[in-house]
C-alpha cells in the first residue's frame, strides 16, 4: 500500500490527537496546549494542498511562516507564565493571548488562506475544470 501526502498528513493530524487527547486525560497542560500549533499547521498543509497533492513553495512560505509566529507566540506565552509583568493591563500570557494569538488566528489565518487560495488553488481548480470538460 502506498501511502501519499494527504494519508500522512492524516496520520500526523490523528497522533496530535492521541498526543493532546493523552494530555487531557492525564492532566499534561503542555501536551494539549503545544498540539494546537501542530494542528494548525497540519490542517493549513492540508488545506493549501492541490488537486494533484502537490504544494507550491510560493504557498508553504507563508504557511510556514504564519505556523511559525503562532509557534513562537505559545511558547512566549508558555515561558513568561511566571511572569509577573503586564501587557494591556492583563497578565502577560493572557495579554499575548487576548492581544497576539486572537488576532492572528482570527485575522491573519483567512488572510493566509486568502493568499494560497489566489496563488495556488484558484488556478487548480480551474485548470481540473478544464479537464474534467474536455
Known sequence: ??????DVLVAAVTVATLFAAVGMAFDVWQAVYYSIPAFVLLFMLLGSMSSREEWSSAVLVPVVGFW?????LFVAGAVLMDSSRELGGLHVSSGIF???????GTIGAPLVY??????WLAPDLAAADEEARS
Open 98 to 104: 487576548l492581544y497576539l494569538i486572537w488576532p492572528l
Open 68 to 72: 511559525a509566529v503562532l509557534t513562537a
Open 1 to 6: 500500500m502506498k501511502l501519499d501526502r494527504t
Open 114 to 119: 486568502a493568499l494560497v487560495h489566489h496563488r
